[in-house]
């Protein structure tokens, strides 16, 4: 794989990226592109969640499935779209629930760079995906790769927050160890999707509910204004 990981999560991931299936993946992936296949979000981006909130700064962790599949959509943290592009449906009812849930106004944008810097790791469990084709690249390798980055926040004793949107977050968590009984708190809600949001994520209060707990252990609230 062509991406340079983030000096703090080094540690982590090189034993991953040395294994045989990292090294199918990275073949893969080139092979795709040199078939003239386009991969978003492109090279240089798809490490975004890691370079923007590095493993010691971790205070939050929010699981998205894969990246956005339109042109100029993905960039590399879950749910996030670069200024300039339309705020998508799912984001667009993230934001409802902020405001509802902390009284901050609905962004205009779609940019969460400023919850990543902040502590709160926006990753997807599959970090690449083909132009126009939702899921293509599940099932490829990334899961090592993200596994390794959940389960090495799960592993610390700072008490962090993991808040599981929807069946495949909640999947992806029950494989770590380390979630359940420890020293962190897990808030599980339904996708925040169109098609799910109003089977419970609307009230769900997810930002307020971190926000108490983080401040209950000692570790500075997120400013959720984006």
């Not at 939702?134 to 993991?162: L, Y």
């Amino acid at each position: 794989m062509s991406e340079q990981v983030p000096t703090s999560w080094k540690p982590v991931l090189d034993p991953v990226l040395a294994s045989e299936e990292a090294r199918r993946l990275g073949g893969w992936l080139r092979g795709q592109e040199e078939a003239g296949k386009t991969v978003y979000p492109p090279r240089g981006c798809r490490l975004k969640a890691l370079e923007l909130t590095p493993l010691d700064k971790v205070k939050v962790v929010i699981l998205g499935q894969d990246p956005y599949h339109g042109p100029g959509q993905a960039m590399g943290l879950c749910f996030a779209v670069p200024e300039g592009i339309r705020v998508p449906p799912s984001l667009v009812n993230i934001y409802k629930e902020l405001e509802a849930d902390l009284g901050i106004a609905r962004a205009g944008h779609g940019d969460l760079s400023n919850w990543a810097r902040q502590g709160v790791l926006l990753l997807n469990n599959t970090l690449t995906v083909e132009d126009g084709k939702a899921g293509s690249h599940a099932g490829r390798g990334w899961d090592a790769v993200t596994d390794a980055c959940v389960a090495a926040v799960a592993s610390r004793a700072a008490p962090s927050v993991f808040i599981l949107w929807g069946s495949h977050a909640q999947a992806k968590a029950k494989r770590i160890g380390g979630l359940q009984g420890g020293p962190h708190l897990v808030i599980e809600s339904p996708h925040p999707s169109p098609l799910s949001a109003h089977r419970g994520f609307f009230g769900s209060k997810p930002f307020s509910r971190t926000n108490a707990f983080l401040e209950e252990h000692g570790r500075e609230a997120i400013d959720w204004r984006v």
